[in-house]
Structure formats: structure tokens, C-alpha cells
């Protein structure tokens, strides 16, 4: 989506000023469809911060909600008050963007839709990295048919600090590396298989630095025609795995790391004559011997152009009624429920069914 023209900006307020609410205030302050009234945190060195850099601080939640020019907030506290602060806003009557996890838990998200149906407002969560390069060319390649039946995707987030040592690293406040990257992970995997219906969900959590959240993950969700979907995140690893790997009957596609572009080998023919063995490490293989190369194409998919800005676009064309709104209230209970499953499949230690609703 192009820069918007000639439309009337709309007002809004971020609640939460810290590392995702200063992220917020920035593009907000950039954008081309919204401008920024203000914020609220009831820190009040987050306040001072926002004064400093030119920004009004409301001093309370409520006068923020009592501010008629905020059409819209966006809701980037920690996890555990997402919900609460939500249907302060709606009944406010304003439209509502929480930061992710959207909240933490089944019951909590239909009590927050209920309000929003209720007071005839939006509300959606900030998938933002539905804009990441590389899950945009990893879709393009399952779509394009050049993998033939795709029964596998991997997709990986490795790194080496642990969890942040704020609250992302306490229980109480939702933390853990599931609800903080695993939600993104989800969303985008179920958007590459849209097509497709969850049967199982199995999850093992890490604890190798922090004892109180899982500091890491893998977990895997099973389709119901056996296609797997690999999702791992890792605070712990001196040495990354692909971003994205994708397998398929008839070739595969690979993403090193979140800058390249898409590497994408077909099969043009399963036949290749007599295989000849080659020797590896004591031994001779046949079966892991290297394909002929005149039975394989090699092509790339570059990197497009992504504008995350249009997230803002989007949701202010939905607060007009011209868009429907981009991160939908069915796709955010079905990421929750697959985060409620893996937790699951971590305590019970074994798969779990799931049942599509």
C-alpha cells in the first residue's frame, strides 16, 4: 500500500511508554493516516522521557480516555493488563490496537470481543511482523506450486541473551519467550497454511536460563493432512539455524537469516539414472549421495517492498468503514488457542488434540 493522500488524520494515544510504546509513538509520529494526542504510563520516569521529547503526558488513564480527539489507542503495557485497559478504552468509546500477546488467555479475549461488539468499536492486536520480509517470501514460495505438496515448514528465531530481564521474564506478567515471539511465529505459520485445519499441537518449553518462564521453544503444529509446521525460538544459541525451511514433494526453499533473499531448488525429474555412491566419513551412501544436477533448478525470490505503516493505514480505513480490519477477531483466538495447546502440550508432556472452531 502507497502513502495515503488527502486524508484527515486521525487521533490517537499510546498507553505505555516503554521499548514497544516508544516504537509506537515513533511511527505514529511518522504517519501519513494518524497523528499522536498523547501518552499514559504510570511510570513516572517514562513520563518525564515523554515530556523531554516533546510528547503530553496525560496524568491519569482516565483523562486519556476522556480526551474526545483520541478516536483510537494502542495498548503496550505488559501482557497481564491488556485485557483490562481494553474495555476501559471501548467503553470509553474508543477503538483499541493491543500490543501482542493480544491477551492471555481464551476466556479474557471473548470477554474483550463481547465489549467491542457491544460498544461498536474495533479492536485488533499488532501483528506487525505480518510485514517481515522474509514470511512474505516464504508464503510467496509455498503459493507458487514450484515445492509441489509442501509437508513441512521450519521457521526459527535464535539468539544468545536469555529472556529480557524486565517483566518478560516473570510468570505474573505474561512472559516467556511463547507469548513474545512465539505469537508471532504462530500468526505467521497459520497464514502460510491458511488453507489448512489444525489437528494436533505438540510443544516442548526450555528453562535454560530462567526457571519461571520457558526462555526458548519448539513446538510443532500438526495439520490435518499430516503437514507440519515447525516453530522454534531459542535465547540461547551461539550459532543460528535457518530463519525459514521449507520442504515440499517436488523441492524446497530456504531463508538463512532475515536478510537474504529466498533460495528455491525444484525437482524437474525424479528419475536420474544409476545414483553413484559416494564415501562419507567410514562408510559409502547411496541414499544421502547428491542429486545429478541436470535433475534440479535453482531460482531466488528477491525481496519485495514492505511498508509496516500499513498497519496504521489499515486499521484507520476500518475506523472509517472503507478496509475491514487486517488482524481479525477469528485469527486472533485461533493463535491464542494454539498458544493455549502448546502450554498444554509442555505440562502434559505428549501431543495434544485440537479442535477447530
Not at 517492498?305 to 477477531?329: C, L, P
Request: aromatic share 8%; glycine share 8%.
Amino acid at each position: 500500500m502507497s502513502e495515503v493522500k488527502n486524508v484527515q488524520k486521525t487521533g490517537c494515544a499510546v498507553i505505555g511508554y516503554g521499548g514497544m510504546g516508544g516504537w509506537h509513538t515513533r511511527y505514529i509520529l511518522e504517519s501519513d493516516v494518524a497523528y499522536l494526542c498523547g501518552i499514559y504510563d504510570i511510570n513516572p520516569v517514562k513520563v518525564e522521557l515523554a515530556k523531554t521529547n516533546g510528547i503530553r503526558a496525560y496524568a491519569t488513564l482516565e483523562e486519556l480516555l476522556a480526551d474526545d480527539e483520541i478516536k483510537f489507542v494502542t495498548i503496550a503495557t505488559p501482557n497481564e493488563v491488556h485485557a483490562e485497559i481494553a474495555i476501559k478504552a471501548l467503553r470509553a468509546g474508543k477503538h483499541v490496537i493491543t500490543e501482542k500477546p493480544v491477551v492471555l488467555n481464551s476466556k479474557e479475549l471473548e470477554e474483550v470481543i463481547a465489549v467491542a461488539n457491544e460498544c461498536g468499536r474495533l479492536f485488533t492486536v499488532h501483528q506487525n511482523r505480518r510485514w517481515d520480509i522474509d514470511f512474505r517470501m516464504m508464503r510467496e514460495a509455498y503459493l507458487s506450486g514450484k515445492l509441489g505438496k509442501v509437508f513441512s515448514c521450519e521457521s526459527r528465531i535464535h539468539g544468545s541473551r536469555g529472556v529480557p530481564g524486565d517483566w518478560r521474564g516473570k510468570p505474573e506478567h505474561g512472559g516467556g519467550m511463547i507469548y513474545d515471539w512465539g505469537v508471532h511465529l504462530i500468526d505467521q505459520m497459520l497464514l502460510i497454511f491458511e488453507d489448512k485445519k489444525i489437528k494436533q499441537v505438540r510443544c516442548l518449553c526450555e528453562h535454560i536460563t530462567n526457571k519461571e518462564v520457558d526462555d526458548g521453544f519448539k513446538l510443532d503444529i500438526i495439520f490435518e493432512d499430516d503437514t507440519v509446521g515447525h516453530i522454534e525460538v531459542g535465547t540461547h544459541h551461539f550459532i543460528s539455524l535457518p530463519r525459514f525451511y521449507m520442504t515440499g514433494t517436488a523441492g524446497a526453499a530456504i531463508i538463512n537469516d532475515w536478510r537474504d533473499r529466498t533460495r528455491v531448488i525444484s525437482c524437474k525429474t525424479v528419475e536420474e539414472g544409476e545414483v553413484k555412491p559416494v564415501v562419507t566419513a567410514a562408510g559409502m551412501t547411496k541414499t544421502m549421495a547428491p542429486r545429478a544436477e541436470d535433475t534440479l533448478e535453482e531460482s531466488y525470490i528477491e525481496r519485495m517492498d514492505s511498508d509496516v505503516h500499513d498497519y496504521y493505514r489499515n486499521f484507520t480505513a476500518a475506523i472509517r468503514g472503507e478496509a475491514e480490519q487486517i488482524v481479525k477477531h477469528n485469527q486472533m483466538r485461533r493463535v491464542l488457542r494454539v498458544i493455549e495447546a502448546a502450554f498444554e502440550s509442555d505440562k502434559l508432556g505428549k501431543t495434544v488434540d485440537f479442535e477447530e472452531v
